[in-house]
């Protein structure tokens, strides 16, 4: 049963696709245009899903070519390579609150107005395992793991929407998506820079390109050049051993064209499986708020927002990367550990915060907000890393900044207060949620 929830929970394509069917029956849609609308769901979440892997795997290819290239040393943030080892000691613990986190979610968005679903199954599983880990070492187990575990989860997936939704909805124009990506910190400092310091009056989407260079004015063809260019340099400055490893023995010069080229296709499959997704979900989604949960807003992972503005994208991850590279040479001398920039991070959420930012304070809002948004990301991971270590992790480290926020915060107030501290944490957050509804209603009283 365990392995039927955590394998459930681990296919976020299985969750939308479920949330798409619930609402279509609850329209009382034909046979026909249920199995539709179910079956694009799903079938534009693993298109999307396909893209990001592709990205993913491009980039994974770059992150130890830019460490030979520039003979690096030090931690790379990787969510994936900590739930690894998180899921041998607190699998079952994961699972569970992977499940019963959900239905907390559920309950919150009914009952409060905060009605975000959270709906990026893998952030789920990530923070899950997380709070299963550091609640075990604060001294939770059986019954009040579970149960303490689950209503922060829950608590996570309706708050961290709230705080971006001010910032997408900017952007989308109105309420009928958020962000389901657990960088509500670094996206809320990004936009909220580009606003203060920005020109939302000259947009990423307007720069002006010379008549001769008109092709840059194709997202595609711009993404695949700036991406050469990245590729080609620091595959030629690495170690050619070390590419040559990576490349199967394949000339450095094609693989490195070929990789970007990898890239660029993934970038442009996510936006095909996003477009074919959100047609489909969001009216299915109407069904399943209107009947289940009134005016329910789907979360979903961050790259739903890339169309929205392609070039921000791009500039939105270089001014991270650059961010990143100066909290490397930062760190050194603060006496933390060396965290290496992950390429993964800074691109997924350099490149969301890009487009937030852009709709807040135009090009250079993007620079300047996604400036910070890739030294906060870069850095936050080191504060992490000294919890991480003494659960036996001392090698990894998250890479978004939520995780490392709420492991930071929940494994302080454990160590300082034990689990009454932990339980004190909990009430003061339901309290805050549930206020919002007292709040709500004074409004319409008359005065």
């Known amino acids: 049963m365990m392995n039927l929830i955590f394998s459930f929970f681990n296919q976020p ?6 949330i798409a069917l619930i609402g279509l029956l609850s329209q009382k849609k034909n046979r026909t245009q249920v199995i539709n609308g179910t ?55 994961m699972a569970l609150i992977m499940a019963f986190g959900f239905i907390v979610n559920l309950l919150l968005a009914r009952f409060t107005p905060l009605k975000y679903i959270f709906l990026t199954g893998h952030h789920i599983l990530f923070m899950a395992g997380l709070l299963a880990a550091i ?72 720069v002006k390109v010379p008549k001769g260079l008109d092709f840059f004015r194709d997202n595609v063809i711009s993404t695949a050049i700036v991406m050469l260019i990245i590729y080609i340099v620091t595959f030629l400055l690495a170690d050619p051993a070390a590419i040559d490893k990576m490349s199967g023995g394949q000339n450095i010069l094609i693989f490195a064209i ?71 040479l930062i760190l050194p001398f603060t006496g933390l550990a060396l965290i ?30 996604c400036f910070f948004n890739g030294l906060i990301l870069n850095t936050l991971p080191a504060l992490l890393l000294p919890l991480l270590g003494s659960l036996g992790y001392s090698n990894s480290t998250f890479g978004d900044a939520d995780f490392v926020f709420n492991g930071i915060l929940v494994g302080n107030i454990g160590k300082y207060t034990g689990q009454i501290g932990i339980w004190g944490l909990i009430i003061i957050l339901l309290l805050i949620v549930f206020g919002l509804n007292f709040k709500k209603s004074s409004k319409k009283l008359p005065h």
């Open 13 to 18: 394509a299985f969750i939308v696709g479920l």
């Open 39 to 93: 079956s694009k769901t799903i079938i534009g979440f693993l298109v999307f899903s396909i893209g990001s892997s592709a990205i993913a795997s491009a980039l994974g290819i770059l992150g130890p070519a830019f460490e030979s290239a520039f003979n690096l040393q030090g931690v790379i943030p990787t969510n994936e390579a900590v739930i690894a080892l998180v899921q041998d000691k607190f699998g079952t613990s």
């Open 135 to 206: 609640l075990t070492v604060i001294g939770f187990n059986g019954f009040a793991l579970i149960a303490a575990g689950a209503i922060l989860l829950g608590l996570t997936m309706v708050i961290t929407p709230a705080l971006v939704q001010p910032f997408y909805r900017n952007v989308t124009g109105s309420d009928t998506v958020a962000m389901g990506h657990y960088n509500a910190l670094t996206y809320c400092l990004a936009a909220y820079l580009a606003k203060k310091f920005g020109d939302k009056s000259h947009s990423t989407e307007d």
């Open 258 to 328: 070929i990789t970007a080229m990898q890239f660029t296709a993934g970038f442009v499959i996510v936006l095909q499986g996003v477009r074919m997704m959100l047609a489909e979900i969001i009216p299915a989604f109407k069904g399943f708020a209107d009947k289940i949960v009134p005016n329910a807003i789907p979360a979903l992972d961050c790259p739903v927002i890339f169309p929205f503005a392609p070039n921000a994208v791009i500039i939105g991850f270089l001014a991270s990367f650059i961010g990143g590279i100066v909290s490397f």
């Open 340 to 369: 290496i920039p992950g390429m993964i991070p800074l691109f997924f959420v350099g490149a969301a915060a890009g487009v937030l930012a852009n709709a807040q304070g135009g090009l250079r809002g993007v620079l300047i907000g």
